[in-house]
């Protein structure tokens, strides 16, 4: 999953794979301004002086400015500009015009690399400042989900589309409260700081109902009025919320992909809503809300809530994710274990960085399963 922020890229043995990755590119690209050199004294000592390799000296601070920092582009300039006097000698044209030239190109290259280096390094800088600010957001945003809350078990996985990112516009939150364990995943329109800022309006309208409304429907309009201070024209937010109580668990679906019923045998069954519903953001177009509805699940049975950042996602050749035909593979384990076979197929199936935010959440517990409208007592 990314630039992905997920438990998974936590780990120690992600981190090991990723820092011994990025080591052995530092090591390639730390060594590439010498090799270069080499190559070019070496290709001068066997064609002589007629040639002219001796200006290629300067590719060894040119590729020294793409790694490495402003004293070492340096060293490797100074480092180019003896071996140019070295190599001239030998040929016996130094002092001459030509080389002359060579050293003054050779110095021009050194001094826009330093240069060139010294932004880099700055830009590197601000981007790691960029990612502690992002890191420590989501922390705030997106607060790690604990494996058990009550009667629930519970794993997350988050995938950011943006570039360098650990935040965007998809959330999730589990929160233990008087009437069970109220659950929301939701996916912002849009993308960026913008996306992000919703997201955290969301949050906060759900962090503050969740505990204090009787049923989801109140929850559902606590956040939708505090979007509509927030949203302008046609800007929506799809959620899915689960409330999971005594022997049953109450789902409220506002526009957001049906969540999915895990079998312990493979039967994947998709939960669909009783009526359809618009997303919050976008009340005005019908009169009445969205109608919860109940699933009760059986014994090492698990529903998986997800974001359209799963399903959209395509490979190569424009086909979508088979989520429904592949998740009743990995359904036979842990939610953890469930959820890293997922993240890992999925990347394996895009084979490159998703086009969208996708976030992943995964509960369990043991009851027995019917599906139907829910009650007045539910409610």
Not at 262 to 276: K, Q
Not at 315 to 331: Q, V
Request: hydrophobic share 45%.
């Amino acid at each position: 999953m990314s630039t992905m922020s997920s438990r998974r890229k936590g780990r120690p043995g992600y981190r090991r794979l990723h820092v011994l990755r990025g080591r052995s590119a530092g090591s390639f690209l730390g060594g590439l301004p010498f090799a270069v050199m080499a190559v070019v004294a070496l290709v001068d000592l066997s064609a002589g002086p007629e040639v002219g390799y001796l200006p290629l000296l300067s590719l060894g601070p040119a590729f020294a400015s793409v790694s490495c920092t402003v004293r070492r582009t340096a060293a490797v300039g100074v480092l180019a500009l003896v071996l140019c006097a070295v190599l001239a000698a030998y040929d016996q044209i130094l002092g001459t015009r030509t080389n002359t030239l060579t050293f003054a190109s050779i110095c021009g290259v050194i001094a826009a690399g330093m240069l060139a280096s010294a932004f880099r390094e700055r830009n590197e800088r601000e981007l790691a400042d960029v990612r502690v600010v992002a890191e420590a957001a989501q922390r705030v945003l997106l607060r790690p989900v604990p494996r058990r809350v009550g009667p629930v078990r519970a794993a997350v996985r988050y995938v950011s589309a943006a570039a360098q990112s650990r935040i965007g516009g998809d959330l999730y939150e589990v929160v233990m409260t008087a009437s069970g364990v109220r659950v929301i995943v939701g996916d912002v329109q849009g993308k960026g700081l913008e996306a992000v800022e919703t997201a955290a309006v969301v949050l906060g309208a759900f962090r503050e109902a969740a505990y204090d409304e009787p049923g989801l429907p109140g929850v559902a309009d606590r956040i939708d009025r505090a979007l509509a201070r927030r949203l302008t024209g046609e800007q929506f937010v799809t959620v899915i919320m689960a409330e999971v109580g005594e022997g049953r668990l109450l789902l409220l679906n506002q526009g957001h992909p049906p969540p999915l019923l895990l079998g312990a045998d493979g039967d994947v069954r998709v939960l669909e809503p009783p009526s359809p519903a618009p997303p919050l953001g976008l009340g005005d177009l019908l009169d009445e809300g969205a109608e919860p509805y109940v699933v009760n699940l059986g014994e090492e049975e698990q529903i998986l809530l997800y974001t359209d950042g799963v399903v959209e996602a395509r490979d190569r050749s424009g086909t979508f994710y088979p989520l429904i035909d592949r998740i009743g593979h990995f359904a036979d384990g842990d939610p953890e274990t469930v959820l890293d076979r997922l993240q890992e197929d999925l990347v394996r199936y895009v084979g490159a960085p998703l086009d969208d935010d996708a976030a992943i959440l995964l509960l369990s517990r043991s009851t027995t399963l019917h599906l139907h409208a829910a009650e007045p007592d539910d409610l």
